[in-house]
């Protein structure tokens, strides 16, 4: 179950499902970032900071096929499918992040610390792979931010 308290269940005929997670507990609670892109095109997206007393957004939008076939195909072409998280570094007291994917025929699952910088990522024992999920997971980031953005902006351009 996710943070809606949905299981995620495919049919054999549209196998894809994306859900990325980075969080952590500390001095203002659990705060965290979440997102998922469902078969049926539902966007959904969470952001839980208590940094200023703020409160926990949460957007859910309808994408088309187009969107989902772009989201295809980042993670395609990252071959992220082709890793594994095994050499990545532990969660730990700085936070976590997991992502989970489900595409054609394939479902990984990758669970590793938060990563800060590039730096992070060379230090580690496995930096080419590492590399690959902290690069997809920015393009991830940022085609979620947009989307999100665009379809609540309060004035229209």
């Known amino acids: 179950r996710n943070l809606w308290g949905c299981a995620h269940g495919m049919s054999d005929e549209e196998e894809f499902y994306v859900r990325y997670y980075v969080g952590h507990k500390g001095k203002f609670g659990h705060e965290f970032l979440e997102f998922e892109f469902r078969p049926d095109g539902l966007l959904r997206y969470a952001n839980n900071s208590r940094y200023k007393k703020a409160m926990m957004i949460r957007k859910e939008v309808n994408v088309g096929t187009a969107v989902l076939d772009e989201v295809k195909r980042i993670i395609e ?3 992220i499918t082709k890793e594994n998280d095994n050499k990545w570094p532990a969660p730990d007291s700085v936070g976590r992040q997991e992502l989970e994917v489900v595409i054609k025929n394939q479902h990984i699952s990758f669970v590793t610390s938060k990563i800060g910088s590039l730096v992070d990522v060379e230090d580690s024992k496995d930096p080419e792979g590492l590399k690959l999920f902290y690069f997809l997971i920015q393009d991830l980031r940022c085609m979620v931010f ?12």
């Open 77 to 79: 072409l990252s071959e």
């Open 146 to 157: 947009s989307l999100v953005g665009m379809h609540f902006k309060i004035k229209p351009i």
